[in-house]
């Protein structure tokens, strides 16, 4: 995850500050209207208790093109899969960056 974020970090304007306010999105200012629709999306797609609806989804289609929207859930779903299989084989954070904390 380290990797990633560092990454994002490099390509996204105050992407460092934005990491650090990553997990109240929804209360920053630094975050942009299609960052929070993706964000919003993100989270629907993760959390087992939450669904994608049609005003969600009407919402990420505003934003983004059916291409974008099929690679946006792609990276959503490959970031899942890592979170469950990086921990579960031992991989650890490398300091590449802060990791926001839970």
Known sequence: MDINAARAAEATEGGLE??????AW???????QVERVALEYA???TYTDRDVDDALFARVKAHFTEAQIV????????????????PTLGVAAQGFCMVPKR
């Open 71 to 86: 690679e946006l859930t792609a990276a959503i779903a490959f970031e899942n899969f890592r979170s469950k299989v990086n």
């Open 43 to 45: 989270e629907a797609v």
């Open 26 to 32: 929804r209360d920053s200012k630094l975050f942009s």
């Open 18 to 23: 934005k990491l650090g306010e990553l997990l």
